[in-house]
Each structure stands twice: as structure tokens, then as C-alpha cells.
């Protein structure tokens, strides 16, 4: 599978490198200023409150009409940028000169919440289902990231420029199509009480090795964009290493920390003790280049998930993360979003394209090799449509994208509305597959 994915890829970059881009990335460029000490504080609360407030009352619409709140979330920290206020507007609530300091914020929320759901994740329910996890989760990269690179053969003489070669476009649009938002289907499991069943835990561990990969990936498409493909490679390497010491090493050593924790009250000494555990390794994950939140969900998940740690310091730290840290990441990616670049009908076909693109291969690739490895056609489909989410860490590889040049504004703008309409669709269709469930429709098991 992987050997066909790489001959296809290889077919494909034989013809884009024949294809000429414009001289001048659709959108222009982006950056920001920076603030003075004193003002920037008085900017990051007001832009952490009004994100919040935003957040509370979206969510609470979405799930009025049977969506997730995270999504409520997302779609305020869209709405408070240029794209709804414009970049007068946006200004007054997320100036450019709070983005700094407000990415900063987000990142360590996404670490945290990260944290919590390795927490939650039970790893004995997923080694009964290893072959499908590990099947499934790579045939929900390979037959994305084909199409995806496929699809750059009409999308780089539109949307790149020739500051960029084709190779690291089509690499990236490959990587950005076979994505799962791990933290965003986290939490729709959660909101809909799916994250301990066995569907819920096969799709958290489908999600956390596709994003793994995927992030492998990405490192090897930076490494590409900056002319270092060696390190890239090291870090492949690093990573696999990194599983291994946390395997080997840190999990016998946080099976003994908690049956001391067990033993007395969890004081202050031992959540600091697992908090600097927690930024440690996700410091190492962040120095490896696979993203500081691949560290801290894997201490969390080699801890025994029905331990008194994994209960209390999850309580504790979920409310705080989630209503106050992680909608920050969406504001600091709303500040960046631009709808209004995406203008005309064909540019609106593109995006059209780009959704139905990543929806089937994303969808297609895991529905099939989720049969194949004997799930019955019901829950291959429910696991297909999990696996289809998009948004956070789709989120945090299109800023990674335009930080590097390798997409314009015109297309991060068309590619977050993918994550946006992915994620969207994924309770709607979820719901729909359990009624026709309920009345006895189709044949799966």
C-alpha cells in the first residue's frame, strides 16, 4: 500500500514539476506586529474574554441544533477575525500584535487537553483491536495523501506561486488531506459519550497513530521546504525511539508513582510532580518536530487510565483547559482565516473540490480497510465518518503551511473551510447511520 502511495506520488510530481504557478501567492503575505509588555496584556485578556463568551454562546447554539460545542468554539474564533468583522473590526478584539503571546497560550492548552485524553484513553481495549487500529489508521493517510497530492496538480498553477516548488505543494496538500483533528474527535466522543466504547477507543487510536504519522509526514515536507530532508528523516527515527523509551522506561515508572498516589491524598507535590512530567515530555516530542502534544497524550495514555491520578488530575484540569485555554488556539487561527480571499465562482468550486476530495479519501480509506480487517459495514462506516473529522490539528498544520509559504492565504482560508465542513458533518451523518440502526436498515453488524 505504501510502495503504491509513493510510486503514485512520484507519477504525480513527474507532471507538476512541468506546471507553471504565478509569480504572486493568491492573498498576499501575512505577519504580525508586535505589542508593547503593558499593552499586550491588556490585549490578550480582552481578546481571552471576548473568545470565551463567543465560544460559550456558539456551543451552545451547535448544540441546540445537535452539534458539538467544540465546534461552536471553532466557528467563534473564525467569526471574531477579518473574516466576519473585517480587518477593522478584528482589530479591536484580536490586533495582530496579541498573536504572539495568544499562540502561545493556545499551544499550551492544546497540551494540556492532550494530556487529559490520554488520560481517558483505556490502551487494553485497543491492543484487542492492534491489526485493525494499525490498518486502518495508515490506509486513512495513504489513500488521502494520494488524492491529495493529485489534486495539486489543478491547484498549483491557481493558488501557489513561484516562490514554491511543486514538490513541497503537492507534498503538503497530500499531508493536509489525510489529517485527523485528534483533539476535536476526542471531544466529540466525549460529548457524546462514545470515548469508552469500543468504537470510541478504536477511533482514538486510529487517531492518534494517523496524526503521529501524519506529523512524520509533515516534519519530512518542512524538511523538504528548507532543503534539510536528512533531518527530517532523524526525526522518523527520534520518534519511534521517543514510543519506545515511553513503552520501556516511563510506563512501569508511572504504574509506581500511582500506587503510592493510591496509598495517600493527591497533594500539590505529586499534581507538580505530574504536571513537570507532562511539559517535559511534551518538550521532548516538541524538540523531536512531531508537535509537543504527541508527548503529553502519550504520558497520559501510559497512565493506568481508572487510576485515582488519572481521575482526579483529570477533573481538575478539564473545565480550566477547556473553557479557558484551548478556545484560545481557535482565535489565534480566526485572526489568520480570510473568507473574503476566497471570492468568485471558481475559487468556490476549488474549495468545493478540495472538501469532496479530502471527504472521500478520508472516508474511503478507512471504511475499506476497516472491512477488511473484519468490522462489519455499520461500524466501518461510523469509524470513517470519526476518522473525516478535521479542525484543531488540521488547524495547527495550515499555520504551519503559511508560516512556511507553502500555501497562500487564498488557499489556507479554502482548506480551513474543509476542516470546518468535515468536522461539521461528522454528528449529523453519525446520528443518521445509529437511527437507521435503530429501525434495522442495511446489513452491518
Not at 504527541?294 to 473545565?319: K, N, T, W, Y
Not at 482565516?337 to 472538501?355: D, K, N, R
Request: charged share 10%; glycine share 12%; hydrophobic share 60%.
Amino acid at each position: 500500500m505504501v510502495v503504491a502511495a509513493v510510486a503514485l506520488f512520484l507519477l504525480v510530481r513527474a507532471y507538476g514539476e512541468t506546471l507553471t504557478a504565478p509569480e504572486v501567492a493568491a492573498g498576499g503575505a501575512t505577519g504580525h506586529a508586535v505589542a508593547r509588555k503593558g499593552d499586550a496584556l491588556l490585549q490578550v485578556l480582552l481578546a481571552l474574554a471576548a473568545v470565551v463568551a463567543g465560544g460559550l454562546l456558539l456551543g451552545r447554539l451547535f448544540a441546540w441544533v445537535g452539534q458539538p460545542p467544540v465546534i461552536g468554539e471553532v466557528v467563534a474564533g473564525i467569526l471574531l477575525g477579518p473574516s466576519l468583522l473585517g480587518q477593522a473590526g478584528s482589530a479591536v478584539i484580536l490586533p495582530d500584535a496579541v498573536a504572539p503571546y495568544l499562540g502561545v497560550i493556545a499551544q499550551l492548552g492544546v497540551i494540556l487537553y492532550m494530556f487529559v485524553i490520554g488520560l481517558e484513553l483505556d490502551a487494553g481495549r485497543l491492543r484487542s483491536r492492534a491489526r485493525t487500529t494499525v490498518l486502518t489508521s495508515h490506509a486513512s493517510i495513504v489513500v488521502p495523501f494520494v488524492m491529495g497530492s493529485s489534486l495539486a496538480l489543478w491547484l498549483y498553477p491557481v493558488l501557489s506561486h513561484q516562490g514554491v516548488s511543486f514538490t513541497s505543494f503537492a507534498l503538503f496538500m497530500g499531508v493536509a488531506t489525510s489529517i485527523t483533528a485528534f483533539p476535536v474527535l476526542a471531544r466529540i466522543l466525549s460529548d457524546r459519550s462514545m470515548a469508552k466504547t469500543e468504537l470510541g477507543v478504536l477511533a482514538l487510536g486510529c487517531a492518534a497513530i494517523n496524526d503521529a504519522t501524519a506529523w512524520c509526514l509533515l516534519a519530512f515536507v518542512v524538511g523538504v521546504a528548507e532543503a534539510q530532508v536528512s533531518g527530517s528523516l532523524l526525526v522518523c527515527v527520534l520518534s519511534v525511539g521517543f514510543v519506545a523509551l515511553m513503552i520501556v522506561a516511563v510506563r512501569p515508572l508511572a504504574r509506581l508513582f500511582v500506587r503510592r498516589c493510591e496509598e495517600g491524598p493527591l497533594t500539590r507535590g505529586r499534581i507538580a510532580v505530574v504536571l513537570v512530567a507532562v511539559l517535559l515530555s511534551a518538550l521532548a516530542t516538541e524538540a523531536i518536530g512531531i508537535h509537543a502534544i504527541f508527548g503529553a497524550f502519550l504520558l497520559g495514555a501510559v497512565v493506568p487510565h481508572d487510576s485515582r491520578v488519572a481521575r482526579e488530575i483529570g477533573h481538575r484540569l478539564h473545565d480550566v483547559v477547556t473553557v479557558l485555554l484551548l478556545p484560545a488556539f481557535f482565535a489565534y487561527t480566526g485572526m489568520r482565516t480570510q473568507i473574503g480571499l476566497v471570492s468568485g465562482a471558481e475559487q468556490w468550486l476549488l474549495c468545493g473540490v478540495i472538501i469532496v476530495v479530502a471527504t472521500a479519501g478520508k472516508f474511503g480509506g478507512t471504511l475499506i480497510a476497516a472491512r477488511l480487517t473484519g468490522l462489519g459495514w455499520r461500524p466501518a462506516a461510523s469509524l470513517g465518518l470519526l476518522m473525516n473529522t478535521r479542525g484543531l490539528m488540521e488547524l495547527i498544520a495550515l499555520n504551519i503551511g503559511l508560516d512556511l509559504g507553502v500555501i497562500s492565504p487564498a488557499l489556507f482560508a479554502m482548506m480551513v473551510l474543509m476542516a470546518l465542513a468535515t468536522t461539521l458533518a461528522t454528528t449529523p451523518l453519525l446520528q443518521l447511520l445509529a437511527a437507521r440502526k435503530a429501525h434495522g436498515a442495511g446489513g452491518g453488524r
